[in-house]
């Protein structure tokens, strides 16, 4: 079998996220604002796996510090524009992937030209000033452009995303198996009924299918307790016990496969909460002309629950490996496939329905995506971001933030010192750096210098601290300032290659819409080794 050169080279990845995820990659229009080593290894690992395009926004010249953080860049290339530099070198990674560069400042563009930001798929800003940053994420938002906030300093990696939703049907659970055991549709049924236990050799009775197993001795406590399911604990133990008596002999393995499985008559079939909750979203229920597919399909899928599902989700059609010989585990398989088209095929005339009365023709939608929803109907997800200007301004979290900051482990301090430095760059134009003054001068005038350049951040730790209406600031928090003054701004090689690794894997689960991203801020700690999660 000849398998062509792009599955090839891209095979693995094509088993994470599919052809679909890879297309997805491939028409993705990525910026980058600031080529620093970070952001040069964001970019490494997109282009990589082959992202279509990608852009690098920066007008600064490659210096010595850039030469030796960044291992894209070498001495030779100091004094050359730091965009043209950083693309010529990424794009040798990946011949499939574009690679174009502006050599403008950044600020700048946000500033007199925003719109330029709005060609992308998505924008990843490192090292942004606070300022520009609330601009520009602004834009993005009003623009559904979702905005990537990087930053290191020192030993402190810290990233953020911003978009106003974000659906995911293919969120990967591990398992999405449906088997219906407590409430089996009729063709199930049938079939059920087909094997005569009695009546088997001990080859074929070896080989039952576990679902037939659990359905036939099902079929017999339901007619001894008033058609109800084992609910209680003794029930429960009283019911592998009754499918323990049909076992001919100890290495059956079917058996023991049935006796693993019999939770699932156990667990009720039902819509979940989290799924219900989306059917009760208001984007479910007003779909307009530009509600996007996935809220179409939802609806659809809604609308079949309340009819022909009869209070279920389409079968997802899906039946695990379990020992039984091929042409009785064929047939099982086609039944619950049957079941799944038939459902899948209501869920369609709905979508017809939907897009009906919004005026598009029912070709807006492909039969792939339904076919895909409804597989993965039971695990959807829908994450709305807050936007930067309600974390800065308007709203912001105040209550948990000091909470958490209470915690002398807890890594929310790097966000108070983050968003102090950034106060601290629009006053003076600079970054903290108390790092320079341990190598000139004498002991005693280097710790003056320390000193000062530590009490001037704090000053700005209170300023943000009173923004957030923290009163009780913590004893723990004066040795983060100090070292972060001694970080002086600066990036070290393992931290940009590591918020490489993590931002880019959410960034394609963003481009993908597979699997779950974060929610929203997520803050690495190198010296602890510990990264945590924050809704801020």
Request: aromatic share 10%; charged share 25%.
């Amino acid at each position: 079998m000849n398998i062509d050169k792009k599955t090839q080279k891209y095979d693995r990845q094509l088993r994470l996220w599919q052809v679909s995820g890879q297309e997805a990659l491939e028409n993705s229009r990525v910026c980058l604002i600031n080529g620093t080593a970070t952001g040069c290894e964001i970019l490494k690992d997109l282009v990589l796996p082959g992202i279509g395009s990608f852009t690098v926004v920066d007008g600064k010249e490659v210096d010595g510090a850039d030469a030796g953080i960044s291992f894209f860049l070498d001495g030779d290339r100091i004094g050359t524009n730091r965009a043209l530099a950083v693309t010529e070198l990424l794009q040798e990674l990946n011949e499939d992937v574009r690679g174009d560069y502006l050599a403008e400042d950044p600020i700048s563009l946000i500033e007199n030209r925003i719109d330029y930001f709005l060609q992308f798929t998505i924008v990843i800003a490192v090292g942004v000033p606070e300022k520009p940053l609330l601009k520009l994420s602004e834009a993005l938002w009003d623009s559904k452009i979702p905005l990537f906030i990087v930053r290191t300093t020192g030993f402190v990696g810290y990233f953020r995303v911003t978009l106003p939703e974000h659906t995911v049907v293919e969120t990967h659970p591990e398992s999405i198996v449906d088997l219906r055991l407590d409430i089996p549709f009729p063709a199930l049924e049938q079939y059920v009924k087909t094997f005569d236990f009695d009546s088997m050799d001990n080859m074929d009775h070896g080989h039952i299918p576990y679902v037939v197993i659990l359905l036939k001795y099902l079929d017999q406590w339901k007619k001894d307790h008033d058609g109800k399911l084992p609910s209680t604990s003794a029930e429960k133990k009283q019911f592998k016990q009754l499918i323990e008596s049909g076992r001919r002999n100890t290495d059956e393995e079917n058996f023991n496969e049935a006796l693993a499985n019999a939770w699932r008559v156990f667990t009720p079939t039902k819509v979940t909460s989290q799924v219900q909750e989306i059917f009760n979203d208001s984007a479910c229920e007003s779909i307009t002309a530009n509600s996007s597919n996935f809220w179409i399909i939802t609806r659809a899928i809604r609308d079949f629950v309340t009819n022909e599902g009869q209070g279920l989700l389409p079968l997802a059609g899906t039946v695990p490996d379990m020992k039984a010989d091929t042409s009785t585990y064929v047939t099982l398989q086609t039944i619950y496939r049957q079941k799944a088209k038939t459902d899948i095929a209501t869920v369609r005339s709905h979508v017809d329905k939907i897009l009906s009365s919004i005026g598009r023709t029912s070709d807006f939608i492909h039969d792939d995506e339904i076919v895909s929803f409804c597989k993965h109907a039971a695990f959807i997800q829908v994450i709305r971001y807050r936007s930067l200007k309600e974390e800065y301004i308007s709203d912001p979290k105040k209550s948990d933030i000091d909470r958490w900051l209470q915690d002398p482990q807890d890594n929310i301090v790097h966000y108070i010192l983050i968003r102090a430095i950034d106060k601290f760059y629009e006053t003076h134009n600079r970054y903290p750096d108390a790092a320079t003054f341990f190598f000139e001068g004498d002991t005693e005038e280097v710790n003056e210098e320390a000193k000062s350049e530590f009490e001037l951040l704090k000053t700005y730790v209170n300023i943000l601290l009173s923004d957030l209406q923290i009163t009780n600031p913590p004893d723990h928090l004066d040795d983060y300032i100090h070292e972060i003054c001694r970080a002086g701004g600066s990036e070290l090689p393992n931290m940009a290659s590591l918020l490489g690794g993590l931002v880019s894997q959410e960034v394609i689960k963003i481009v993908t819409r597979q699997y779950i991203p974060i929610n929203n801020t997520s803050i690495f700690d190198g010296i602890k080794s510990t990264s945590s999660t924050y809704i801020l």
